[in-house]
């Protein structure tokens, strides 16, 4: 039994030798990754003082994003935010930006509403009919 309860203590410590240096290795990855984030976040930073090259649309391109028809684009070109360099006709993301905004409708008025507890459902009016002919 004395011979068990000397085992005891030996494992005891040789098992704590291994996680101090586990713990010293645990320190020094802890260490790197640290490292890694703090570069990676001096990165973003930079990138977000950058100034972000504009992207540049032609006719085609610009008509996909929009998706109209180019022609669409070519006859209504002296009512819509362009850029223009002689002949050649180029469109940024803001220009895009503003044309969705010209072209956003807004409803004219809102159907009625049915409130809890209110006394009669909601009714939608009908819209007139198309003229044909």
């Given at each position: 039994?004395?011979a068990?309860?000397?085992?005891?203590?030996?494992r005891a410590?040789?098992s704590?030798?291994p996680?101090a240096?586990g713990?010293?290795?645990l320190?020094?990855?802890v260490?790197?990754?640290?490292?890694?984030?703090?570069g990676?976040?001096?990165?973003?930073?930079?990138l977000?003082?950058t100034?972000?090259?504009?992207?540049?649309?032609?006719?085609d391109?610009?008509?996909?994003?929009?998706?109209?028809h180019p022609?669409?684009?070519?006859n209504?070109i002296?009512t819509?935010?362009?850029?223009?360099?002689?002949?050649l006709?180029?469109?940024?993301?803001?220009d895009?930006?503003?044309?969705?905004?010209?072209?956003?409708v807004?409803?004219e008025s809102?159907p009625t509403?049915?409130?809890?507890?209110?006394?009669?459902?909601?009714r939608?009016?009908?819209?007139?009919g198309r003229?044909t002919?």
């Amino acid at each position: 039994m004395s011979a068990a309860s000397h085992a005891t203590p030996a494992r005891a410590r040789t098992s704590h030798q291994p996680a101090a240096a586990g713990d010293a290795s645990l320190h020094a990855q802890v260490a790197v990754l640290a490292q890694a984030v703090t570069g990676l976040l001096t990165e973003v930073a930079e990138l977000r003082e950058t100034p972000q090259r504009r992207r540049l649309y032609d006719y085609d391109e610009a008509a996909a994003e929009l998706r109209v028809h180019p022609k669409w684009l070519k006859n209504r070109i002296k009512t819509l935010p362009h850029t223009k360099a002689g002949r050649l006709v180029l469109f940024t993301d803001d220009d895009l930006d503003r044309i969705l905004a010209l072209l956003h409708v807004e409803p004219e008025s809102a159907p009625t509403v049915r409130v809890p507890g209110g006394s009669s459902p909601s009714r939608l009016t009908p819209l007139p009919g198309r003229r044909t002919g």
